[in-house]
DNA sequence: CTACGCGGTGCGTGGAGTGCAAAAAAGAAT
DNA sequence: ATTCTTTTTTGCACTCCACGCACCGCGTAG
């Protein structure tokens, strides 16, 4: 039995003439009516009831198509993941960030990833928004946050964390703040997520405390919002992985680099999603395994 | 890719030579070193590592023939579910007959049907209008005359004749006619048919004689006309079989019980038609089986 | 060192599969 | 009704693939 008979079989119960099947396929008519009797032969029973003007398949028919079809493609997978195997990772790779994490992050670890997987090039869709893996045709997603929902692996990449920081001139001209508390004093630059805007969150030796903050400055990005307090507009809550550059730069200076701090809750990390698939492609998996050794 | 192939190569795998394997299937060694190599050409990778001395997959080997293992074992299922569709006296039948033979002929028959094959369902399509065996999925239609052409095959079910009949009451208010041609003195019940409306047809000891006859009432239905015939609205031509009833309760009387009565000709009968006698369906086979001995 | 058995290859032949053409048939169109 | 078109099926050459056979190179076992 062929699976390119088995082929045929399915292209005649989806045209419903064997005519058809034939021209598309560019064989002679009696070629698909002899595949079909042979295969019934061997079957032992009819797959279609045919007239001159019809082609209907049988009960019998229609049950065997419908159990093979799903077998067909598999054989097809199968071969893919076999023949990836031996393949060199390479071709291209879409990935997908926000625009933050992607320039700051993802962009950085470029340069290595170039020489570590030379045959593979990577697309990168940075954007704010989230974008539908599988209408965007994209291999990885680097999240915020976990997949809420659907047939999408989550892996942690990397923990993270916030810090509150604030620019070299701005604490010499409104003085640094000693304690969470004084930031109430302070006009602080704010994101427009409901979560950062009312008040900040802070930890120490196990101990909490929530310390409630107000500004006239809000912004939707965090870049800009960087940029401000880098620009000494006021204190502002950023996560680490955004502020390590400046930090160290000493553009910026972490008013509580002993405490822990967070907008809503502590635990937060970046996370990798790719759709689950049955044999994900070899170029995905190494890039995937590069990110996450590289970040994890 | 042919499954005998497949399955060659999880052979190979198995016994881990090819001359073993060519030996088991009693052909050349030469020919499943063929098979291998072509397979591998298509699928573009190496499946068995070999030397002189030993066969050993390969890694891709390993995995494609891992993975197509159970495809070849469901492909084999799905052959042996949809075969034992066929193969068991068990299932839907759908069968079509006109509504008068249906109700009067068929449904009598049903519960005797039941206990005979439980194990069938039948689902009776009863229509005037000729069904289309092929869009209808039909099994087996029953039909007042043999299939004019096609590939359907025509059996005989049983001889069917026509009486002509009326109500008692009507008798006594018209007087019975003790000849076919004091008919022709009668306003007679008619089918549309143009077969039956000019005359009625009479033979006994073979002599054949015409009468001509004529009605107000012309009926399309003969269940209608069977039923004005019982309301004592006139004599009318019906068929043997829907009147065998009213015949013997006495709603109706046989007019001429000596005379065989026909419309156009006197050879009629009912006729079994099926789709196609190779690869008939068990069920199918059983309830024309049934219906023949039944019937027959 | 020799012999056996293994996988791979060249070669000739028979049969399977191909397209073409014609037949049968069923629906559409006139 | 009758003709026409389209579709399935089958008969018929013809081509070419796949089969077994013989042989080669090679590695292991005795």
Chains 1, 2 share one sequence.
């Not at 960087?226 to 390590?244: F, H, K, N, T």
Request: proline letters at 6%; a neutral charge; aromatic letters at 6%.
């Amino acid at each position: 039995m062929d699976t390119d008979t088995l082929k045929t079989l399915q292209e005649v119960a989806a045209r419903g003439s064997f005519a058809a099947v034939a021209r598309a396929r560019g064989v002679d008519p009696s070629n698909v009516s002899r595949t079909v009797a042979q295969v019934e032969a061997q079957l032992g029973f009819r797959l279609f009831q045919r007239s001159t003007r019809a082609v209907q398949p049988t009960e019998a028919g229609a049950l065997y198509l419908a159990r093979i079809a799903p077998l067909l493609e598999e054989l097809d997978q199968a071969r893919d993941a076999a023949a990836q195997v031996v393949a060199q990772p390479a071709g291209r790779v879409r990935l997908t960030a926000s625009v933050a994490f992607g320039t700051e992050v993802i962009v950085p670890l470029l340069p290595g990833l170039r020489t570590a997987l030379p045959e593979v090039s990577l697309e990168m869709v940075l954007s704010d928004e989230n974008v539908d893996l599988l209408a965007g045709q994209i291999d990885i997603a680097l999240r915020l946050a976990p997949a809420p929902k659907g047939d999408l692996i989550s892996v942690k990449l990397m923990d993270t964390g916030y810090r509150v920081v604030a620019s070299q001139d701005y604490l010499a001209r409104h003085g640094r703040p000693t304690a969470p508390q004084d930031l109430s004093a302070h006009e602080v630059l704010r994101m427009t997520l409901p979560d950062h805007r009312a008040q900040w969150q802070f930890r120490r030796d196990g101990v909490t405390e929530a310390v409630p903050v107000s500004g006239p400055l809000l912004m939707s990005n965090v870049l800009a919002l960087r940029a401000a307090a880098c620009a000494g507009l006021g204190p502002a809550l950023l996560a680490d992985w955004l502020v390590a550059e400046d930090l160290a730069a000493g553009r910026l200076v972490d008013l509580f680099p002993g405490r822990e701090v967070a907008a809503s809750g502590f635990e937060t990390a970046a996370w990798l999603l790719y759709p689950s698939r049955a044999y994900l492609p070899r170029k995905v998996r190494v890039v995937i395994d590069y990110l996450r050794g590289a970040l994890g």
